[in-house]
């Protein structure tokens, strides 16, 4: 792992290893959820496809989609085809979550359709925007109701408290799960500056302890009823910076408080 700035453009590894995943807890959800260790190259659309689980949707190799002539997202409205690129960690990670987020990814679909019929492709509709966010960058914090004071602190950048004083909320109380597919491909490689959007939902007490697969099909169904009402898109209480690194666990030097004090990583909430 990398500890650099860096405001260059972002490359991920030439190359698959499974050990840039097996080595990172970032990645430790996917690997118990999906055979990853196990492949010894990038996996095939065929090996994407029996990870499915039976859902209505299916992976397409890119080509179909450079062949038929339509835009990305119509043509998995019209088709219900996920086109995918070969060798790509950045397609790779979007088919699996889409395997893990089959309803939620499904609806951002249809609401991009929606919002391309009524203002073209060409504008780009702040609703597009927040779902463009959502389906790159976010990372939904799931929290039971002894953890609830968690979104206020990091709505106000308060870094400190939740990441370091409460640190001990995050072992059981809070259960951070990505879902922007980008965010795990720039996991592959981290470094300070990696930041998500937060996407709060409040979960059952002892959420934390459910099986891993409960977890995912009970979040997909919740985050599906949450983005259908698109208020909830636009509303500024979600969608919030979270500096992904600082997530306790996640990142081997932030077992120290000193971590936090990078107010360039850290920022404090700008005053309006």
């Given at each position: ?14 190359n ?41 949707f ?28 070969a ?96 965010l ?47 208020a ?25 408080p000193a ?14």
């Amino acid at each position: 792992m990398t500890t650099k700035t860096s405001k260059n453009r972002f490359n991920p590894p030439a190359n698959w290893s499974a050990q840039y995943l097996l080595t990172n807890p970032i990645f430790s959800d996917l690997c118990q959820l999906f055979p990853l260790a196990q492949q010894r190259s990038w996996p095939t659309i065929t090996e994407l496809n029996s990870w499915r689980q039976g859902s209505t949707f299916c992976f397409v190799e890119n080509d179909a989609l450079a062949a038929d002539g339509r835009y990305y997202e119509a043509f998995i409205y019209d088709t219900k085809a996920i086109p995918t690129r070969a060798e790509n960690w950045h397609d790779i990670f979007g088919a699996l979550i889409w395997c893990l987020f089959p309803k939620s990814k499904a609806l951002l679909n249809q609401l991009h359709m929606t919002e391309i019929k009524q203002h073209g492709l060409k504008q780009r509709s702040r609703l597009r925007n927040k779902l463009t966010l959502l389906d790159e960058c976010g990372v939904i914090l799931a929290l039971q109701p002894t953890a609830l004071a968690h979104a206020d602190w990091l709505r106000q950048h308060q870094w400190q408290q939740s990441f370091w004083q409460q640190r001990a909320a995050w072992e059981q109380g809070i259960t951070p799960i990505i879902f922007g597919h980008a965010l795990y491909e720039m996991a592959t490689q981290p470094f300070l500056g990696l930041t998500a959007k937060s996407w709060f939902i409040e979960v059952p007490a002892g959420f934390h302890d459910w099986p891993l697969t409960d977890t995912y099909t009970f979040l997909d169904e919740k985050l599906a009823q949450q983005i259908a009402n698109t208020a909830s898109l636009l509303d500024n209480q979600q969608l919030t910076p979270l500096p992904l690194l600082g997530i306790p666990g996640w990142y081997a030097a932030n077992a120290t408080p000193a971590f936090y004090s990078n107010t360039e990583y850290f920022r404090p909430l700008r005053q309006r």
